[in-house]
Nanobody, 127 residues
Framework: QVQLVESGGGSVQSGGSLRLSCEASGYIDSNYYMGWFRQSPGKEREGVAAIDSDSSTNYADSVNGRFTISQDNAKNTVYLQMNSLKPEDTAMYYC?????????????????????WGQGTLVAVSS
């Protein structure tokens, strides 16, 4: 059974940077893809970035050019480097994982493609 644990959230001023980490435990094979999502109060959960089993990546338009998703397979860890943070990036950030979608591309930014979720880490950006 795969479990995900996020870390790296915190408070930062506008324009600052944070790096989130998501460590996966349990059986992870080469078919897994992973994503980062965020949710703020009163809003739906939205996809931020995803990395497919072939290491291709997709980003939401709102973060493209500012956020970078990457993975370290040896550590079973996925990262989200967030630069040029804005107050509107404030949210709970969740890591998610699943397998079997078969190169779904930008569809991996949709939460319904994931069955395994972490507990989240809070990011707060002040102006």
């Amino acid at each position: 059974q795969v479990q995900l644990v996020e870390s790296g959230g915190g408070s930062v001023q506008s324009g600052g940077s944070l790096r989130l980490s998501c460590e996966a435990s349990g059986y992870i094979d080469s078919n897994y893809y992973m994503g980062w999502f965020r949710q703020s109060p009163g809003k739906e959960r939205e996809g931020v970035a995803a990395i497919d089993s072939d290491s291709s990546t997709n980003y939401a338009d709102s973060v493209n050019g500012r956020f970078t998703i990457s993975q370290d397979n040896a550590k079973n860890t996925v990262y989200l480097q967030m630069n040029s943070l804005k107050p509107e990036d404030t949210a709970m950030y969740y890591c998610a994982a699943d397998s079997g979608a078969g190169n779904a591309g930008s569809k991996l930014l949709q939460p319904q493609y994931y069955r395994i979720w972490g507990q989240g880490t809070l990011v707060a950006v002040s102006s």
